[in-house]
């Protein structure tokens, strides 16, 4: 059943919409605890693929946000959904932490630093120089390059730390090859999600805060989209986009009635 507004199904990114460095906020409980009472079909979205679904329903809790594990979609699975479609029971050579190695060894995968068929390059804390000379030796010698998210930088309380985007930089240009980026702002993450609760592009919708990878990435999946104003982007950015979303918003506490 479609409301008025004709959307049967949510799509949220996470940071900067629901939470701010681990604070719930403004309308976000509400508006997910609408999204219940409605029996509205949702998954939280991100591009890090550090944790696992369970890791970031935990923080979330904490933050006073509940969003049972079901409900979140990141990166890593995306990626590990990918390559299952792509070659059933294959192996891969895998930089990142839990929530990456979960994902795929639940999607049926080896991980094997000999011969694997994918280089998968994810986030983590400490990236390695050794795992990183080792993917760019294995890339060198015929495995696929694939990439959790493009994004070249993640947030620390010191500052900005190297993130997928920077690390596969690097790789790239030691070997020529290009990774293929699974995450946002690449449609086929919406796409997977959508799989994942049965949802139809025409019925669903996405809320980001950022133009260039919730908006952009919505848009090109054929999804309603809506942006927030609590993240990265500001209203007076918005308008030198070539695309523009559905809707500009203060915050998602806006939209907590469209539901």
């Known amino acids: ?12 990114d996470m940071d900067g919409v629901l939470v701010h460095e681990d604070h719930a906020l403004p309308g976000a409980a509400e508006f997910l605890q609408r999204l219940a009472d409605a029996s509205r079909r949702f998954l939280v979205l991100t591009n890090n693929s550090i944790f ?9 809790s904490r933050s006073g946000i509940e969003v049972p594990e079901q409900n979140i979609w990141t990166s890593a699975l995306a990626t590990a959904d990918f390559l299952a479609r792509q070659l059933p029971g294959g192996s891969a050579y895998v930089i990142g932490e839990s ?11 080896t991980m094997t630093d000999t011969d694997p068929d994918y280089v998968v390059l ?14 760019i030796r294995l890339v060198e010698a015929g495995s696929r390059f694939i990439a959790t998210n493009p994004d070249a930088t993640g947030p620390s309380k010191e500052g900005s730390l190297p993130a997928t985007g920077s690390v596969a930089a690097l790789i790239t240009r030691a070997t020529g090859a290009e990774p293929y980026f699974v995450g946002k702002p690449n ?8 799989n994942r ?11 980001g805060d950022r133009m260039d990878t919730d ?7 054929g999804l309603r989209t809506f942006l927030v104003l609590t993240g990265s982007t500001k209203r007076d950015q918005v308008r030198r986009f070539p695309f523009q979303p559905f809707q500009v918003v203060d915050g998602i506490g806006d939209l907590v009635d469209l539901v």
């Open 187 to 194: 449609p086929m993450m919406f796409r997977s999600a959508m």
């Open 197 to 207: 609760i049965e949802a139809h592009s025409e019925t669903t919708a996405m809320i």
């Open 52 to 60: 696992t679904p369970r890791d970031l329903s935990a923080r979330l």
């Open 1 to 12: 059943m479609s409301d008025a507004n004709g959307i049967e199904c949510w799509l949220t």
């Open 122 to 135: 994810g986030e983590t804390r400490t990236y390695s120089f050794e795992a990183i000379t080792k993917a």
């Open 99 to 109: 929530g990456l190695t979960t994902a795929l060894y639940e999607a049926g995968y």
């Open 215 to 221: 908006v952009v990435a919505g848009i090109e999946a």
